[in-house]
Structures are given as structure tokens and as C-alpha cells.
């Protein structure tokens, strides 16, 4: 445990002083080039998406520290791919459009950001704001260039873009119109349930809503020489377990905010608090217990401990539900996720969260 400590403290230390910089760094590059080359409606989006989900990039580029990784190249694929992750959702979710064939168009983006050969496409076709200056397709072309300066890439990609077609898939459907998005999302859900007979439906969703199993598979990819076991585990570690906590933790803190809007949020379907907080707990216990097994198992708990930090720690916990099963979690764990939530609590109050 102490030893756990100590490596957990290391990383976190190093994402503060090191890390953070360069992804700040990299999110006024694309903030810049948003506001000064878009047209006003995708502008506006883009820069909403860099504004509000900084955290995204910064809880991500964690894996610019895993071992033998490049951390300057690596923070640049991990800005690139999750500015384009929160610019669709963005253009999905706030641009008052449900079109399907427009939403899984745009999606592309995404599988091909993580297919370094892949041909640009034309990816507002079918989205009635297209004025852009070649901004979806430069974060594109950056992830692509990133990643094949990796040496064994071509030993994940088939993984990394089945996720990223996971994710593409999940988006393109639960941003649909409310009149559809549960039956779309039922009837995708159903091809894949039997593969995972301990989840829920929206819990095999949430998983597919993380972007975390991508960066650790791409992360992974920075050694030279990778066996398939590597790459096996690394991925039953994180789909469905690490994914799926990371993602019902952020459904968790904007219950609240989803339900204001009138968006799909999946802890609404657990019956009651305590189911919420018992599969909460079973996700973190599974996420730590295959973590074990994991090539560098401290870095992956230091992971886990740090999504509780970074969700649990957001002020939209402190009202009376989500508080009740705030306090449950971090009582329940261990000293190095306790000591990254306050650590985490004092990072907000000094604005650098």
C-alpha cells in the first residue's frame, strides 16, 4: 500500500508540474485556430468544447506518462483525439440536430484519427454547418501522424479502432431524438450483451463512451517489442471495467444537469441510490482487480484512483444524493485514492481543475 503511495504521488506530481503545461499548450493551439478560421456556429461549438471540457484532455493525458512513452508527442494525440471526442458531442448534443446519417458521418472522424492511413473524408456531408477551415480534418491528420511514430501500432490498431467504432456508434445514437435514441440503443445493445453477461445494457454503453481503453492501447503501443498477452489483458482490464467506471462516474456528477436538458444519462436507469452506489463500487472493485494483472500494474491503479479523484472531487457532487455516495466511495478506499481526492479538491480551489 505504501508502495502504492508512492508511485500514485510520482505520477501525479509529474501530470501536475510537467503534463498540464503541454496539454494547456496544445488546447490554446486549437482554441485559437477555432476562433479565428470557423464559421460562427461551428466556432462557437468548438470553442464551448475546449472551454468546458479541459478536464477531458487533462485526466487523458495521464498516459503520456506510462513507461517508454513519448510524453510532448503523446499529449498532442491524446489533446487532438479528445478535442475532436468533445467537438462532436458538442455538435451532436448543442447544435439542435438529430440527424442519424449526419451524426455517424461526422463519426468518422474518430475512426479515422486512430487509422494513421485512413483517406480523409467529408465529414459535415451530411451536417448543415460546414464551414470549418479544415479544422475536424487537421485534428485528424494530427492523431495520425502521432500514432505512427508508434512502434508497435500495427499490433492494437484493429482494437483501438474497434473502440473507437464502439464509441462512434454510441454517440451517433444516444444524441438521436428522444422519440428514438432508447429503441436505436436497444436494438444496438442487443448484438453485444451476450459477450457481457454481468452488465446492464447502458452499463455495456457506458463502457463504449470512454476513450481511456484507446489511449492505454495506443500508450501500450510505445514498446518496441509487445506480446498479444500484453494486449489481451490491457483490454479485458479496461472494457468493460476501467471504461465503464470512468463513464457512469461522469454520468454520476451531471445526473442533475442531464435531466435540466433533457439528455440521455445512464445511472437514471438503476432503480433506486443503492443499486447506483452498489454498481459503482462493483465496477471500481473489478477495474482494481484486473488492474493486477495488468503489465504495469501501479500506473493502472493510479488510474482508477484518479478517476475517483477527478469526478468525486467536482462541486456537482455536494448536493445530498450524490454526497451520500461520494463520502461511500472515498471511505471505502484505499490511502492513494484518498490522498488523490484531496489532493484533487485542493487543484480546484487553486482554478488549476
Known amino acids: 500500500m505504501f508502495q502504492q503511495l508512492i508511485v500514485s504521488t510520482a505520477i501525479i506530481t509529474r501530470l501536475i508540474r510537467q503534463v498540464f503545461p503541454l496539454v494547456d499548450k496544445e488546447l490554446v493551439y486549437w482554441h485559437t485556430y477555432a476562433t479565428r ?8 461549438q468548438a470553442v464551448s468544447s475546449i472551454q468546458q471540457k479541459r478536464f477531458h484532455c487533462l485526466g487523458g493525458s495521464v498516459y503520456s506518462l506510462y513507461p517508454g512513452v513519448s510524453t510532448p508527442d503523446f499529449v498532442r494525440f491524446v489533446v487532438a483525439l479528445q478535442t475532436i471526442s ?10 439542435s440536430v438529430t440527424d ?14 486512430v487509422n494513421p492511413h485512413a483517406p480523409l473524408k467529408n465529414y459535415y456531408c451530411y451536417y448543415p454547418y460546414k464551414h470549418d477551415a479544415s479544422y475536424l480534418r487537421t485534428l485528424v491528420v494530427t492523431c495520425q501522424q502521432e500514432l505512427q511514430k508508434l512502434p508497435s501500432y500495427t499490433l492494437v490498431k484493429s482494437q483501438v479502432i474497434k473502440l473507437a467504432s464502439l464509441y462512434s456508434q454510441l454517440q451517433t445514437y444516444k444524441h438521436l431524438a428522444t422519440t428514438e435514441r432508447e429503441q436505436k440503443l436497444a436494438a444496438w445493445n442487443d448484438c453485444y450483451l451476450p459477450i457481457y453477461p454481468e452488465l446492464t445494457a447502458y452499463e455495456f454503453a457506458a463502457a463504449a463512451g470512454s476513450t481511456l481503453g484507446i489511449f492505454m492501447l495506443c500508450a501500450l503501443a510505445s514498446k518496441p517489442y509487445l506480446s498479444p498477452d500484453e494486449i489481451e489483458l490491457t483490454l479485458t482490464a479496461y472494457f468493460p471495467w476501467i471504461c465503464g467506471f470512468h463513464i457512469l462516474l461522469d454520468y454520476f456528477i451531471d445526473r442533475k444537469e442531464d435531466e435540466r436538458e433533457g439528455d440521455l444519462n445512464f445511472v437514471t436507469y438503476y432503480q433506486n ?4 452506489s452498489e454498481r459503482l463500487a462493483f465496477f471500481a472493485t473489478q477495474s482494481y482487480l484486473y488492474a ?8 493502472a491503479q493510479t ?4 478517476l475517483k479523484a477527478l469526478y468525486l472531487s467536482d462541486p456537482k457532487t455536494n448536493t445530498s444524493l450524490e454526497q451520500k455516495i461520494r463520502n461511500n466511495i472515498i471511505d471505502s478506499s484505499r490511502y492513494s485514492a484518498k490522498t488523490a481526492y484531496w489532493l484533487c479538491l485542493w487543484l480546484r480551489k487553486k482554478n488549476k481543475l
Not at 100 to 113: C, I, P, R, V, W
Not at 303 to 306: L, S
Open 303 to 306: 488510474v482508477i484512483d484518479g
Open 100 to 113: 442519424e446519417k449526419a451524426f455517424t458521418q461526422l463519426h468518422l472522424a474518430m475512426t479515422d484519427a
Open 37 to 44: 478560421h470557423l464559421g460562427p456556429e461551428l466556432a462557437a
Open 292 to 299: 493486477q494483472s495488468l503489465p504495469e500494474p501501479a500506473f
Open 86 to 95: 468533445d467537438y462532436l458531442d458538442n455538435l451532436c448534443d448543442r447544435a
Open 273 to 276: 441510490p443503492a443499486e447506483l
